[in-house]
């Protein structure tokens, strides 16, 4: 599990990636990245098939960006990875985006740590 977006990965390989999943049309995949300038680069390359839902991850609001580059992409679904939240997301356009996955910090360190 990486990143398929990552600028080390070849075009040909995540070519490949797609059409395996769009031939795997029983399946659902969920690909989420973080490098939504890679995606909006090579979206009208990528073979779209409805099983292949597409998301960035929406940190905070220095991140927020991801969603327009995500809205302009050729995903059938599109999704988005509000986790860790780890700000406010003042004036969120939902716009096009059909599902939202939110979360907070955890692990050690948490709010609350040893509190019964």
């Given at each position: 599990?990486?990143?398929?977006?990552?600028?080390?990965?070849?075009f040909?390989?995540?070519?490949?990636?797609?059409?395996?999943m769009?031939k795997?049309?029983?399946?659902?995949?969920?690909?989420?990245t973080?490098r939504s300038?890679?995606?909006?680069?090579?979206?009208?390359s990528?073979p779209w098939?409805?099983?292949?839902?597409?998301?960035?991850?929406?940190?905070?609001?220095?991140?927020?960006?991801?969603?327009?580059d995500?809205?302009?992409?050729?995903a059938y679904?599109?999704?988005?990875s509000?986790?860790?939240?780890l700000?406010?997301m003042?004036e969120?356009?939902?716009k096009?985006i059909?599902?939202?996955?939110?979360g907070?910090?955890?692990?050690?360190g948490e709010?609350?740590e040893?509190?019964t």
């Amino acid at each position: 599990m990486s990143d398929l977006f990552l600028k080390d990965v070849p075009f040909d390989f995540i070519k490949k990636v797609f059409d395996i999943m769009s031939k795997a049309h029983w399946h659902t995949f969920q690909v989420l990245t973080k490098r939504s300038e890679r995606l909006i680069e090579l979206s009208q390359s990528l073979p779209w098939a409805a099983n292949i839902w597409m998301g960035v991850t929406v940190e905070n609001k220095d991140y927020i960006h991801r969603i327009d580059d995500l809205r302009n992409s050729g995903a059938y679904i599109k999704f988005l990875s509000i986790e860790p939240l780890l700000g406010p997301m003042p004036e969120l356009n939902l716009k096009g985006i059909d599902w939202v996955i939110a979360g907070g910090e955890s692990g050690p360190g948490e709010i609350g740590e040893g509190q019964t």
